[in-house]
């Protein structure tokens, strides 16, 4: 892959002596498999951090083995079950206000309290929303949970939407879900890095967000992988990129 609509905007960061801050975000995580092994092989290769969004409820130790040992590879909270609790005419969503709030606040702290002693050190204390959707309502309540960072999709509206929870999104999406779970190309990847770039070094989009690159490693095809490969690759080789290390990235 040439890449060259990315070099392109990057030529302009450049021009402007900015440096392009990238982060790469998984989600899905419960349990060791063939798919997560590869994973952490594209992490180790291109020396890249890792957070992976990882599901609490149902969470097996032999993850935590799999990931030990790992300094750059980092856990954040995927909502508790994954569950959806939206009426079937409404989009997926586990973190709406479709519950009492004690309900959701219960099946939080339970999921944090089970990751952080699973995972210690290697837990970041950041949420992200099964479906990138959460109500604002339960946003209000993740710090109180010892939360301190949130992550959807597409560029945020604030640094910190409640005090003391800074958001960090993702911004592309490397599946196409609409037509069978495959890779959405790597053209239209491209597109949704650039876009996300220009619309940063204009001003449209916060530009102090690093861009977030999102995968699901259990549903990769050849294809995902290879991008995964190819774009890494192609970022490290920038001399005015920088892909951040997860563990410091929702500190305020
Ligand atoms: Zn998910």
């Given at each position: ?24 975000r998984d989600d ?10 590869q994973l952490l ?148 990847c491209e597109i ?61």
């Amino acid at each position: 892959m040439a890449f060259k609509l990315l070099q392109n905007e990057l030529d302009k960061w450049a021009a402007s002596s900015r440096v392009a801050e990238f982060w790469w975000r998984d989600d899905d995580a419960q349990k060791p498999s063939v798919q997560l092994d590869q994973l952490l092989a594209i992490s180790d290769k291109h020396n890249v951090s890792l957070a992976l969004a990882t599901i609490p409820d149902g969470v097996q130790a032999g993850l935590v083995e799999c990931l030990g040992g790992r300094d750059q590879v980092y856990v954040l909270q995927h909502g508790f079950s994954h569950q959806n609790f939206a009426p079937e005419t409404e989009r997926k969503m586990e973190l709406g206000w479709h519950r009492s709030g004690t309900q959701i606040k219960t099946q939080i702290a339970a999921g944090f309290a089970d990751l952080q002693t699973l995972f210690g050190e290697q837990f970041v204390p950041a949420m992200v929303p099964p479906w990138n959707r959460i109500d604002s309502r339960v946003v209000a309540n993740l710090n109180a949970a010892g939360l301190k960072g949130l992550s959807t999709l597409g560029p945020r509206k604030q640094v910190f939407p409640v005090d003391g929870v800074k958001q960090i999104n993702v911004h592309v999406d490397i599946i196409n879900w609409k037509q069978g779970r495959r890779f959405a190309g790597a053209e239209a990847c491209e597109i949704q890095i650039a876009s996300h770039l220009s619309a940063k070094r204009e001003r449209q989009a916060d530009p102090q967000e690093p861009t977030g690159i999102m995968s699901h490693h259990l549903v990769h095809d050849a294809a995902c992988w290879d991008f995964l490969d190819e774009v890494f690759e192609f970022l490290n080789a920038q001399k005015n990129v920088q892909i951040l290390d997860v563990s410091s990235i929702f500190t305020p």
